[in-house]
Nanobody, 115 residues
Framework: QVQLVESGGGLVQPGGSLRLSCAVS????????MAWYRQAPGKQRDWVAR???????NYADSVKGRFTISRDNTKTTVYLQMNSLKPDDTAVYYC?????????WGQGTQVTVSS
């Protein structure tokens, strides 16, 4: 089992920055990939960024160059640094963990980009 708790969301003006955190606990050694997803009102949940066990990262085209996924050395916290935020980035952001057998999700944190 893996437990995930997101934090760091809030209201920010266009062009601003936020850093989301995902606290990871449980069977951390079994995690192959950590990722961030987001879901805007009335839309499907979309993948945003991922970091693999080996530290390789990938980003959705919509956030490439603006968002950065990272983790601490103990792999107990995963971050999403979001810069140059746009109103289209408004969504609930979810942290996820994938093991060989299961996907785990956090409860989500709201990010609102508005003036």
């Amino acid at each position: 089992q893996v437990q995930l708790v997101e934090s760091g969301g809030g209201l920010v003006q266009p062009g601003g920055s936020l850093r989301l955190s995902c606290a990871v606990s449980g069977s951390i050694a079994r995690i192959d990939v950590m990722a961030w997803y987001r879901q805007a009102p009335g839309k499907q949940r979309d993948w945003v960024a991922r970091i693999t066990r080996d530290g390789n990262t990938n980003y959705a085209d919509s956030v490439k160059g603006r968002f950065t996924i990272s983790r601490d050395n103990t792999k107990t916290t995963v971050y999403l640094q979001m810069n140059s935020l746009k109103p289209d980035d408004t969504a609930v952001y979810y942290c996820s963990a994938r093991t060989y057998s299961s996907d785990y999700w956090g409860q989500g944190t709201q990010v609102t980009v508005s003036s």
